[in-house]
């Protein structure tokens, strides 16, 4: 009993203090093991272990989502096999944790699901407009966290596209090459077996796309999702209104002061893309990662 009460508390303690990356693994793997007992369970009754999960994935068919909204939360979570959640949640892990060089932890955890919505949207949109989908739209469903994944990993491609990533027998790629090679291969297989889950990548990639271009201009999609999040956990406070400046004419001395920290801040800037340039982005130091990233920001 001691041994359980030590192992339950590692879980949740791993959990709290884990980053974005690691909490949505948690809860991936938690309902992906919570799911097969229950099926295990089902199966030694000899019961239907495969209807209920209807409830939970995503419907291709309008009519059917209606009655059963939350499935374009919970059919991100889903997943139909170990090696589908294997594959998911090590891309997820790979690519969550080289998004956070560039973006914070709210605005993975909501591409997250600004992706996996995205996904979905374009998977029902498809199945519902081509003909080529119309016998199988009342019988099939989506489930897996790919388009989530494949969104991140675009976010992350178009922030940096020449990132260098390794890979085993192949050496290092740009990572813009690895995510249009992700999203071509999607492409050519939207009329093969895995047909929805093809198309619902697409729409994960768009989202990341969409996401990381917006960024630039200042528009943060996952914005309202956060704020949802957030106001759902009771973690949300309305924004305060930022008091006026005053403006005192005549003081020269903190004009000067002023000016003279706003060079500072600038020249550390170029320093730092200077050496990003010449020595890539692994050289600089977290410190000079976070001057840049709160740069961005501004």
């Not at 374009?72 to 170990?82: K, P, V």
């Not at 594959?87 to 600004?114: D, E």
């Not at 989506?142 to 491609?157: D, K, N, P, R």
Request: glycine content about 8%.
């Amino acid at each position: 009993m001691a041994a359980d009460n030590r192992f339950t508390t590692n879980l949740r303690e791993g959990f709290r203090r884990g980053d974005i990356v690691t909490q949505l693994i948690y809860i991936n793997a938690g309902i992906f093991l919570v799911v097969a007992l229950v099926n295990l369970f089902l199966v030694l009754f000899k019961m239907d272990s495969g209807h209920w999960m209807n409830y939970l994935m995503f419907p291709a068919s309008f009519m059917q989502f209606i009655t059963q909204p939350w499935t374009l939360i919970t059919y991100m979570f889903m997943h139909a096999g170990i090696l589908h959640i294997l594959f998911n949640m090590l891309w997820l892990y790979w690519f969550g944790r080289l998004f956070l060089n560039f973006f914070s932890a709210k605005h993975l955890r909501g591409l997250y699901l600004l992706g996996g919505i995205a996904g979905a949207a374009l998977y029902m949109v498809a199945y519902n407009l081509f003909p080529y989908f119309e016998d199988a739209v009342y019988s099939s469903y989506l489930l897996g966290a790919s388009a989530s994944v494949l969104a991140i990993v675009v976010a992350t491609a178009v922030r940096e596209p020449n990132y260098p990533v390794q890979f085993m027998f192949i050496g290092t790629v740009r990572l813009k090459y690895v995510a249009l090679f992700m999203v071509v291969l999607d492409l050519l297989f939207v009329t093969a077996d895995n047909a929805g889950g093809h198309l619902a990548h697409l729409g994960g990639a768009l989202a990341g796309w969409w996401f990381a271009s917006g960024l630039v201009k200042g528009h943060d999609l996952t914005k309202w999702i956060n704020v949802a999040l957030d106001f759902c956990s009771g973690r949300w406070k309305p924004a305060s209104k930022k008091p006026k400046m005053k403006v005192h004419y005549g003081d020269k001395q903190k004009d000067y002061e002023f000016n003279a920290r706003k060079k500072e801040r600038s020249d550390e800037i170029d320093r730092i893309l200077d050496k990003l340039r010449k020595s890539g982005y692994g050289s600089l130091t977290e410190e000079e990662k976070k001057s840049l990233f709160d740069a961005s920001k501004q």
